[in-house]
């Protein structure tokens, strides 16, 4: 139905077949270049299109709705939107850039339900390179390369922060840790919070821990629990800012407990 980022100015081209897609996740592009990408976009002989452009000094434009298939990452563009950052791979996003592709992530969470998380597999739920799609995504490894690649965690907090609304924004990792564990994305570390998150720390496979995975509630722990808490766990490591691995070992857990005690309130 045309979905369309507020904020973002819709300015349709003809580069897309116009057929309809649910978005998993957003994949980030660098453009390699500076200015709209509205007329090579909108140029048959291109045969290229985004969602979305970011430029540098806050602009925003839509140049194929949320909900149909762009013309950006081949493999990807069924299952992830896209949008262009302005500028190249050797600049950073700007702080400008960084808000607007968090304001796009967050519409995502709300329209599609995308995790609030960092991955470089496609296939999953998350802000994710271009890169990470390999030859099935058109062989760009350096997209975005590697400095706007390590400012996603920076997006995905903003970005829950956003979703968060009315959450402190200097708890904006409860409110991604909320959305890992499937609990009500309020900010605040509560009890429910709190079970949740230990039930996954546990992993004694409870109906708590398949619950806060995400996975039917049966307590019958089968290889979709098994994958769900993986996917969990990852999620969580991006949150708390260490190596994402699926495995919730010492580093882990370090980081989670000093998370804890900055923010639970009891
Ligand atoms: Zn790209």
């Keep these: 139905m045309a979905h369309i980022v507020q904020g973002f100015q819709y300015r349709p081209v003809r580069n897309t077949a116009g057929d309809t897609i649910r978005p998993i996740g957003l994949v980030l592009h660098v453009a390699q270049g500076n200015g709209s990408q509205f007329n090579w976009f909108n140029d048959p002989r291109s045969q290229v299109s ?43 996003l700007t702080p400008e850039q960084i808000e607007s592709v968090a304001v796009a992530y967050a519409d ?40 706007r690649a390590g400012q996603r965690q920076q997006i995905v907090v903003r970005a829950a922060q956003i979703v968060g ?30 079970a949740a998150l230990a039930a996954v720390r546990a992993n004694q496979h409870t109906r708590a821990e398949q619950a806060a995975v995400g996975a039917t509630v049966d307590g019958a722990w089968g ?17 708390l800012e260490v190596g994402v691995d699926g495995v919730w070992g010492p580093v882990t857990d370090r980081a989670f407990v000093a998370a804890r005690n900055s923010y639970f309130t009891g």
């Design 108 to 147: 995502g969470v709300h329209a599609f339900g995308w995790a609030l998380a960092v991955t470089d597999t496609p296939g999953q739920s998350g802000l994710i390179t271009h890169g990470a799609g390999n030859l099935a995504w058109g062989n760009h490894p350096g997209c975005p390369g590697a400095i």
């Design 50 to 92: 985004s969602n979305l452009w970011a430029g540098k000094a806050g602009q925003r434009e839509q140049y194929v709705p949320s909900d149909v298939r762009a013309w950006a990452q081949l493999a990807g563009n069924g299952t992830y939107n896209s949008i262009e950052t302005e500028g190249f791979d050797t600049e950073a």
């Design 165 to 194: 609304g009315s959450a402190s924004p200097t708890q904006p990792k409860v409110v991604a840790l909320q959305h890992a564990v499937h609990v009500a994305a309020d900010g605040v570390w509560g009890p429910a919070t709190d």
């Design 223 to 239: 290889p979709r629990s098994q994958a769900a808490y993986v996917a969990t766990v990852r999620t969580i490591q991006s949150i």
